[in-house]
């Protein structure tokens, strides 16, 4: 597989919040880690040696993850961590996907927007875009 790298440099500066919401934006339902991966080269120009493990504090982070986006895959596997990053279920076991689904919440959903504006981009309407998988579908249609 060849590795990814970037181009051309980019005319305008994103923070690195604001890629990974463009990213999911654009790219619903794609695992933690491709989002990661782009960001990586987004920033450095050049592939990520950890596979899309760097910067992967974002995904973790309570004040991102459920109020910007949200994993919508199936939580099947069990795993024993100090802190679980979606909690405990009722049983008292945390629970986690085989792998991850990402969707921008309704508030990530507002900053994608907006910053699409520094590109001079027309903002994208919520709930518009077409969505392969049953589960995004529900959180699109909630609300979140």
């Known amino acids: 597989m060849k590795a990814l790298t970037r181009t051309h440099k980019p005319q305008v500066k ?6 990974l919401l463009l990213s999911i934006q654009s790219n619903p339902e ?8 782009r960001l990586h080269i987004y920033k450095h120009g050049q592939a990520d040696y950890h596979f ?3 910067n992967c504090g974002y995904f973790g982070s309570k004040s991102y ?6 994993d919508v895959a199936p939580k099947t596997v069990e795993y024993h961590p100090y802190w679980p990053v979606d909690g405990f279920n ?3 076991r945390a629970m986690r996907s085989y792998e991850s689904k990402m969707v921008l919440t309704r508030r990530g959903w507002k900053r994608a927007n ?3 504006t520094k590109f001079g981009l ?6 518009t875009q077409e969505l392969p998988d049953r589960g995004a579908s ?3 249609q909630t609300g979140v």
């Open 14 to 19: 994103l923070k690195g919040i604001e890629y």
């Open 30 to 37: 794609r695992g933690q880690r491709w989002h990661l991966r």
């Open 52 to 54: 899309g493990g760097s």
């Open 65 to 70: 993850r459920n109020v910007l986006w949200t």
């Open 90 to 92: 009722s049983d008292g």
């Open 114 to 116: 907006q910053a699409r």
């Open 122 to 127: 027309d903002s994208i309407e919520w709930g």
């Open 138 to 140: 529900i959180i699109y």
